[in-house]
């Protein structure tokens, strides 16, 4: 294959690689920053050290942007195929990766927070919280929707296999969200001040239903070809 081939600059599983090594280097930064920047005694972090991962969290997001909306070529479907198919073993790992990163980490951490210490924290804590939850979901959806992906390479891995797991996924994840909600509903009637945590719980597990069916699927498929 050429070396001026659109594939050769950004395939798929390179993007899934990149994807990795950028969420790495956030943790190194983050890290570094929490380090460095300290905390504020009995306040707990400082701020600054929040407001550096955010704006991280912020070029992350804008940088992923301009790789999905920025004009490319279009992939030839037919020499590009096998390639697709890899990156969809990939995606399937990948989604069970964050699917477990978010049910045993993310949303307990999260519901944690909630209960004991929302009321301590200040506001740019509380949008720091939000985007260490809200990240992983929005990760996982767009690993299910190509949303991280360029509109090209959306388009060359989304067949119609890939359209009806991608039903079946939201299906299940609505299935939770409908059993779930109901549940918080009814505590928060009695527990108001678990609001916030019962929400997390409805959004964390639903994404991960839907995350895990969607990779199951996939992973069905490509053991069967």
Do not use: N
């Amino acid at each position: 294959m050429s070396s001026s081939h659109p594939l050769s600059r950004f395939t798929g599983p390179r993007r899934v690689r990149t994807l990795l090594m950028c969420v790495a280097i956030g943790g190194i930064v983050g890290g570094v920053a929490f380090t460095a920047l300290g905390s504020d005694g009995a306040s707990g972090i400082s701020d600054r050290a929040y407001l550096v991962v955010l704006m991280l969290w912020v070029g992350l997001g804008l940088g992923f942007a301009w790789m999905r909306f920025r004009p490319r070529k279009p992939y030839d479907e037919a020499a590009t195929r096998p390639k697709a198919e890899a990156f969809q073993a990939k995606r399937a790992a990948l989604l069970l990766v964050c699917a477990a990163y978010i049910a045993a980490v993310v949303t307990p951490m999260t519901i944690y927070e909630a209960l004991y210490r929302l009321g301590q924290a200040t506001l740019v804590g509380r949008l720091f919280d939000a985007g260490l939850f809200l990240a992983p979901c929005g990760l996982a959806i767009g690993l299910i929707t190509t949303g991280v992906y360029s509109r090209e390479w959306g388009r060359l891995v989304d067949d119609e296999l890939t359209l009806a797991y991608r039903a079946a996924a939201f299906k299940a994840g609505f299935a939770v969200f409908a059993a779930l909600g109901a549940a918080a509903f009814a505590l928060v009637l009695f527990r108001p001040e678990w609001a916030v945590a019962a929400l997390a719980a409805v959004l964390g597990l639903s994404v991960t239903a839907a995350s895990v069916r969607f990779a199951l699927l996939e992973r069905a498929a490509a053991a069967a070809a």
